[in-house]
């Protein structure tokens, strides 16, 4: 299974008054980890947004098992769950720098024209992502 690894740097503004990451940031890393393995697989979101097309959220979730902290460096592991040619699914787990899990979830997107919002085939609309997605799911 092929996956990305994204180091993330917490800053004191991400944190809430007991000095634990508020929770609403961990969807920000989840965006760093997918934009992060979308690059690995040899793509881009802005050529995407370029050829008019985007990819909103349609669903996420989030699992906390252990506080993050101002000051430590967690990694976001990024990989794909499922890719079915019109929704893709990524997996996240956010792991402290001693390896102990502290978040992990999932986002489901599918893609859009830019114009009209109306959803679109990724197999067909957009060939290179299709390629890269199924060539992802198979490693």
């Keep these: 299974m092929k996956k990305s690894t994204s180091e993330i ?11 634990v990451v508020y929770h609403v ?11 992060d393995f979308i690059e690995t697989l040899g793509l881009r ?6 050829d008019g097309f985007l990819s909103p959220v349609v669903d996420a979730k989030l699992n906390f098992h252990y506080p993050v902290r101002y000051g430590e460096k967690p990694i976001v592991e990024t990989w794909l769950q499922s890719y079915d040619g019109i929704r893709t699914m990524y ?3 956010i792991k402290n720098e001693a390896g102990k899990l502290c978040v992990s979830g999932t986002s489901t997107h599918t893609v859009v024209k830019k114009e009209t919002f109306r959803p679109v085939s990724i197999r067909r609309s957009l060939p290179e ?10 490693a």
């Design 9 to 19: 740097n917490v800053r004191y503004g991400e944190t809430d008054q007991m000095g």
């Design 45 to 50: 979101y802005a050529a995407m947004e370029e």
């Design 91 to 93: 997996r996240y787990e």
């Design 129 to 138: 992502w299709h390629a890269a997605y199924s060539k992802a799911m198979e």
């Design 25 to 35: 940031n961990y969807l920000v890393w989840f965006e760093i980890g997918r934009t």
